[in-house]
Structure formats: C-alpha cells, structure tokens
C-alpha cells in the first residue's frame, strides 16, 4: 500500500502534468479548459477536475511559468531543521517579490473561484510551501501535532499572501518586508523548536 508520502508525490506529479498540458494549449492559441489540458497529457477527465475545476484558475496558474527550484538546492548547506525552515521562507518570500505581479494575478484569479454557496475555495491551490516545510521538519525531534502546527503558522508567514499584507497592507518596503518574514520565522523557530547548532555562513 502506498504511503502518505508516494501519495503526495503522485498527486503533485498529476498537478504539474495537467498545468504542462495547459501551457501547451496556450503556446499553441488554443483555448484552455480542463478536459483539453488533461487531453494533452493523457489524464482523464474525471481524474483532472478533482485538480481544476475552473479552466482559469488553471490557466492563471499555468501561467505563472515560475519554475520552483528543487528541495534540495533551496536547503543546500543547511544542517538543522531550523536552517532548512529559513532558508524555505526566504526563497518563498523572494519568489513572490521577484514574481510579483504573476502571483498577484493568480491569487485574484484563485480567490474569484469561492464559492458564497459553499463558503470555500472551489479549487486547491499547489501548496507547494507545505510539502517543503512538512520535509524540512520530518527529522526534528518535536512530536506530530507541532510539526503540523508549525507547518500551518509557517505557510501563514511567507509567500504571496505574506507580500499582499506587508506591502499592501503595512506599507513596508521590500527590505523591512523581508526582515519582518524573517523575524516572524525566526520566533516561530523558537517557539517550537529545541535549541539546534547554528548553520554555517
């Protein structure tokens, strides 16, 4: 039986391939829908909208065209779990602010797609930022609950939403934005995790 982490995989494999196959559409000037994307790359329908739902949120994803770096090059030259979740809210951070107004137009396009009769998103974002902390916190010596606990506060504090607000909202400019993430991440570290031996540099 496959584990919760092959599953993750797996699920985020099916993601990125139906996002390939929307961006094929688009170079090709065709219209992007669920059923053609998922067409592309050989997915079924049924299986595709469980990701998407709405084509455009897919197409305002797909049209991102951020290419994430791996894991473990984010993480290189870290040695602690507290090191790893540094160096992931950094890279996150800086990947918004470098990418700004892509990700700007994709959180309008994601929050267009709630739903008032449901009272929640009619699709799933790729939450690529709490698969990356749930593995940099795999070996800390903390129990389950507040791996998970520290996940949520984590995804919270960085990312585009953390710009909207600091840039948006406090009016900082991108230095005091990025020190305030750092700052937050910084207490979440020692809020929730054993004293580690600082990383080198």
Not at 64 to 85: D, H, N
């Amino acid at each position: 039986m496959a584990g919760s982490g092959e599953r993750k995989a797996q699920k985020s494999r099916t993601r990125e391939a139906l996002l390939d196959g929307a961006r094929k559409l688009m170079l090709a000037g065709e219209p992007v829908s669920v059923a053609a994307a998922a067409e592309r790359v050989g997915i079924s329908k049924a299986t595709a909208y469980r990701y998407f739902s709405d084509p455009g949120v897919m197409a305002a994803e797909a049209g991102l065209a951020v290419k994430v770096t791996p894991y473990e090059e984010i993480i290189a030259g870290t040695r602690s779990a507290g090191g790893r979740v540094r160096a992931l809210s950094r890279y996150f951070f800086e990947l918004a602010l470098t990418h700004e107004a892509a990700f700007r137009q994709f959180l309008a396009r994601s929050l267009d797609a709630w739903s008032a009769e449901s009272g929640k998103l009619t699709i799933r974002r790729g939450a690529r930022r709490v698969a990356m902390f749930e593995a940099a916190l795999q070996d800390a010596a903390i129990p389950e609950e507040r791996k998970a606990r520290l996940v949520r506060a984590l995804s919270l504090a960085t990312g585009v939403e953390a710009m909207i607000v600091l840039i948006d909202v406090v009016q900082a400019d991108k230095a005091a934005a990025r020190q305030a993430v750092t700052d937050i991440t910084d207490a979440l570290i020692a809020a929730h995790l054993p004293p580690e031996p600082p990383d080198p540099g």
